[in-house]
């Protein structure tokens, strides 16, 4: 049961880095498409901002019906209901640090190329500052998860 236990855990996270690689690579396609029409007239920081922004609303949008159809699974596949549920909790809690790392550090490197911001400070100031208010987003994807997770056992029997 410990390598299936680990190895759904180890697929969730993946899954969570799958999702944020490709919300990265979506929003990186969205910035060129805002370059290429010409339309970038605010200054470099308020743009920056509205972009980091929309890739966090678009993680909580993303994050709870991911943590909830991985939480689903999890639940219905691992007998024990606590087990399940605190797996559940973690993976998703952790996959969705996991997943906004990765696409703001994608979007990030793009940014910097694209808006001549040369000072790494400024670029992880914004980072680290909208991570922190991310933390608080990660609250619905948490609770659903662990109530998909109690329901996928409940599924079971």
């Given at each position: 049961m410990e390598n299936r236990f680990y190895g759904l855990m180890t697929a969730g996270s993946g899954l969570f880095l799958l999702t944020g690689i490709l919300l990265g690579l979506s929003s990186t396609i969205g910035l060129w498409y805002v370059e290429a029409l010409g339309i970038w007239q605010v200054e470099v920081a308020r743009s920056i901002s509205a972009i980091l922004m929309m890739v966090a609303i678009s993680s909580f949008m993303i994050g709870p019906t991911l943590g909830a159809a991985f939480s689903l699974y999890l639940?219905?596949?691992?007998?024990?209901?606590?087990?399940?549920?605190?797996?559940?909790?973690?993976?998703?809690?952790?996959?969705?640090?996991?997943?906004?790392?990765?696409?703001?550090?994608?979007?990030?490197?793009?940014?910097?190329?694209?808006?001549?911001?040369?000072?790494?400070?400024?670029?992880?100031?914004?980072?680290?500052?909208?991570?922190?208010?991310?933390?608080?987003?990660?609250?619905?994807?948490?609770?659903?998860?662990?109530?998909?997770?109690?329901?996928?056992?409940?599924?079971?029997?």
């Open positions: 639940g219905y596949d691992i007998e024990d209901r606590a087990i399940s549920v605190i797996s559940a909790s973690f993976t998703t809690f952790t996959g969705y640090f996991i997943m906004n790392l990765t696409a703001i550090t994608i979007l990030l490197n793009q940014v910097e190329a694209s808006s001549g911001m040369n000072s790494p400070y400024r670029i992880l100031n914004a980072f680290i500052g909208l991570e922190n208010s991310v933390a608080l987003f990660s609250f619905p994807t948490l609770l659903v998860s662990m109530f998909a997770a109690y329901l996928g056992s409940q599924l079971r029997e």
